[in-house]
């Protein structure tokens, strides 16, 4: 089943990618903006890979599974592989005290299980924010059979059980957050993938309300233009309180029903604003933010070495970071990551038999 694009939420990725931009400059520091990004991030993939998979996979094969897995590597991995590969020069060895402890810190890296480790050094070691990376691996690992689970247990649901059992989730996750903070608590409330499962979660509960309740009757552009401005303000609101709102909660918890509530409004396309998100240049932003994501910090790193960048320095520092995180991020995007990405993908699409070419002839059979 072929579902249409969503090219408001794309724009939303540069958007969040800024945020986390902003923290790692100091600006807004008060705001704590890197922990907005982090979590929407994680809810927009669970509503990005629901949305899009929710009815492919209703009785899915360990062909179908291989191919998702496949999908995804060729997603991610290509860009985080480039990244780590940049971040070695810029790690220097006495940082973890002997070489046998780099390498073991640099294989975890490399195997995506940093954010296992409950250490904060080894969590942001060498491309600090690949750590991120390292949870949605996860997600992706346990998502097919979520679906799976959804489409023989679930399917039966009315939307608004759906929403009972986000706002159940997202209780509990306030209630085992709210009582304190403390540096394990960091780790625990902030990297470990089991927490930020529920951000995963939550996205995915929006998508499937979003599925059962998606509202395509013609109308006017208004109501929906007003529902999509009140869903910004919902956000920009719940990250102005942050500064008054417990530390726990603001990792990710305190935002995550203004993320499900905006991405349902969004993933509709009706109104005014949905159509500023879906401008081409914004949306080519967005497509060129994971590379932005996985290298603003390593820019950074090395225009230090050149004493060209300071934290805290003069303005014009931080804009030829954003200048050549942007620049560079192109780049990588159309002469990197899609072009390995697409033949990655189509060696697998290729072999006897398999998913892709199984969903291609279904595709054709159906025209």
């Known amino acids: 089943m072929t579902r249409q694009s969503l090219a408001p939420l794309t724009s939303f990725r540069f958007l969040a990618v800024m945020f986390v931009f902003l923290w790692h400059i100091g600006f807004l520091r008060e705001y704590q903006t890197g922990y907005v990004g ?33 999908a995804r590597f060729a997603r991610i991995y290509p860009v985080y592989a480039l990244a780590f590969l940049w971040s070695i020069p810029l790690t220097p060895i006495h940082a973890y005290g002997n070489l046998a402890t780099w390498i073991g810190v640099g294989l975890a890296n490399l195997a995506l299980i940093q954010s296992y480790i409950p250490y904060l050094a080894i969590a942001f070691s060498f491309d600090g924010v690949a750590w991120s990376l390292s949870d949605e691996a996860t997600f992706y690992a346990i ?58 979660f939550i996205g995915m509960g929006a998508a499937l309300v979003f599925d059962r309740i998606a509202w395509n009757r013609p109308g006017t552009h208004l109501p929906w233009t007003t529902l999509e401005v ?82 805290h320095g003069p303005l014009w520092q931080d804009g030829l970071v954003l200048m050549t995180a942007v620049a560079l991020s192109a780049l990588i995007y159309y002469h990197y990551e899609e072009p390995v990405r697409r033949k990655l993908r189509h060696k697998f699409s290729v072999y006897p038999g398999s998913y892709a070419q199984t969903i291609a002839q279904h595709a054709t059979s159906a025209r």
């Open 143 to 200: 998502f097919p059979w979520l679906m799976q689970w959804w489409n023989t247990l679930g399917r039966h649901w009315h939307a608004r059980h759906v929403v009972l059992g986000m706002a159940i989730l997202w209780g509990s996750l306030v209630a085992l957050l709210i009582p304190y903070h403390s540096s394990w608590q960091s780790w625990i409330a902030y990297i470990f993938p089991g927490t930020r499962l529920v951000d995963f």
């Open 230 to 311: 009140a869903g910004l303000l919902l956000v920009v609101g719940t990250i102005a309180i942050g500064p008054y709102t417990e530390q726990s909660l603001r990792f990710s918890a305190l935002y995550l029903p203004g993320w499900a509530i905006l991405l349902w409004i969004f993933a509709h396309q009706k109104g005014v604003m949905s159509r500023v998100f879906s401008h081409a240049a914004l949306v080519r932003l967005g497509n060129w933010s994971f590379a932005f994501y996985m290298i603003h910090r390593l820019v950074m790193r090395t225009l230090q070495k050149f004493n060209l960048y300071h934290y």
């Open 38 to 70: 982090v979590s929407f991030f994680y809810t927009l993939s669970g509503f990005i890979l629901t949305y899009n998979y929710v009815h492919r996979f209703r009785h899915p094969s360990s062909e179908a599974r291989r191919q998702f897995y496949w």
